[in-house]
């Protein structure tokens, strides 16, 4: 079947813009998680949905970061007011029920900040 | 939350078996430990998750003393389509998303 898509793959915004990715899990996992990667770094949690439930947000860097899953499926993942420090790879990740650490991770979209 | 460590980086030569080590001092008792494989841009990949003793599948092996302490990925016979970075993560299966630190890595390179 069909991983996790991410989409666009590569962003660009002047500093000041808002944007917004976006995650297509693997069909029929409740678990949705946010990374931020930056250059050389390991992946950092940004936060975590359950279903339609946001659990978990305390990776968040910032009031400017906001996500949502309105129906338990797609991920939006929404940045305000991009900043320069905001430039990295945003990778999101999904799994199943009893699989937690076992997570499946799409490509990533690579947001440049200019 | 339990952080780990592990070289930053290895080289090995084809067709060597190579082995990580990471150290987790702080592992408690109910924390599983799990390996991903990182290629450039791409997101990371499962590669194996252990509690105790010796859990192997199709692409690797994970050893884990008693102590728990630290673990060994053991990768065998490497190609050079293994050259990758990989994380070493601890914390206790179940849905929670910010004991899932990913740290630096090691970044391994085979060598032809």
């Known amino acids: 079947g069909a991983g996790v898509s991410q989409s666009p793959r590569y962003k660009v915004a002047k500093r000041g813009q808002d944007v917004a990715l976006r995650c297509d899990p693997i069909?029929?996992?409740?678990?949705l998680f946010w990374y931020q990667q930056a250059l050389g770094q390991g992946p950092e949690f940004l936060t975590y949905?359950?279903?339609?439930?946001?659990?978990?947000k305390s990776g968040l860097p910032s009031d400017r970061f906001f996500a949502e899953r309105p129906e338990g499926s797609v991920s939006t993942l929404k940045i305000q007011r991009t900043q320069q420090e905001d430039s990295a790879v945003y990778l999101c990740?999904?799994?199943?029920?009893?699989?937690?650490?076992?997570?499946?991770f799409g490509p990533g979209t690579r947001l440049t900040v200019t | 939350l339990a952080k780990t460590t592990q070289p930053i980086s290895m080289d090995s030569y084809e067709g060597q078996e190579v082995n990580i080590t990471c150290s987790h001092n702080?592992?408690?008792?109910?924390?599983?430990i799990t390996w991903y494989q990182q290629f450039p841009s791409q997101g990371p990949r499962f590669i194996i998750q252990?509690?105790?003793t010796k859990v192997t599948n199709e692409v690797a092996s994970l050893f884990i003393p008693a102590d728990r302490k630290s673990s060994t990925l053991s990768l065998p016979r490497v190609s050079l389509s293994d050259t990758a970075v990989y994380y070493c993560?601890?914390?206790?299966?179940?849905?929670?998303?910010?004991?899932?630190?990913f740290g630096t890595g090691t970044s391994l390179t085979v060598i032809p």
């Open positions: 990740a999904s799994s199943s029920w009893t699989g937690a650490y076992e997570q499946y």
């Open positions: 069909s029929g996992h409740v678990s």
């Open positions: 949905f359950q279903n339609e439930a946001q659990l978990d």
């Open positions: 702080n592992i408690a008792t109910n924390d599983y």
């Open positions: 252990g509690y105790k």
């Open positions: 993560l601890v914390g206790p299966q179940g849905n929670t998303g910010n004991q899932f630190y």
